[in-house]
C-alpha cells in the first residue's frame, strides 16, 4: 500500500510539470530533404560508397577464383602445396575482410567521410531547433523522423518549417 501512494504521490508530481512544459516536433527527415547540402553529401557519401564496394566485392572474387582453382586442382596438389593453397586463400579472405572493415566498419572510413560531410549539417539543423525551443519556450521537441513513436501528432505543434526558415531554406 505504501508504495501504492508513493507511486501515486511521483504520478500526480510529474504530471502537474508536465501540463506547464510547451511541446512540439520536428521531422528532421523533412527538414534535411529540403537542404541542398545534405542531398549533395549523400549523393556524394553514395558514390564513395559504391566505389569502396566494388573494391571489396573485387576481392572477395579473387578469393572465390582461388577457391573454385583450388577445389578443382586440389586432388594434384601434395600436401605441403595444398597446406600453401589454402594458406593463400585464407590470407586472401582475410585482406578482403580487413579492407570491408576499414571501409564500412563502425569506424571505418565511411563513418568518418558521413562525419566530415553530414555532421555539420545536422549540427547546424540542430542549433536552429536549439534556437527555436528557446525562442518558442517549448520544454521539449521531439524528432517525429526518429526512434521516438509519435502515435498522434497535431501538425499545429510541428515546427519543421520554422526550422528550415531559421536555417535560410
Known sequence: MKKFSILLILFTVLSSFGFAQKYAYVDT????????????????LDEIAK?????????????EKKYKEYQTESAMYSAQMKKQKEDEIVA?????????EKYFGDEGDLYKKRQELVKPI?????????????????????????NVSLIYSDSKYDVSDDVLKKLGY
Open 122 to 146: 545536422q549540427d547546424e539543423v540542430y542549433n536552429a531547433i536549439k534556437q527555436i525551443a528557446t525562442e518558442g519556450s517549448y520544454g521539449f521537441i521531439f524528432d517525429k523522423a526518429g
Open 92 to 100: 586472401l579472405e582475410k585482406q578482403a575482410g580487413e579492407l570491408r
Open 51 to 63: 566505389t569502396w564496394q566494388k573494391e571489396v566485392e573485387a576481392k572477395y572474387a579473387v578469393v
Open 29 to 44: 527527415e523533412y527538414i534535411l530533404s529540403k537542404i541542398p547540402s545534405y542531398q549533395n553529401a549523400q549523393t556524394k
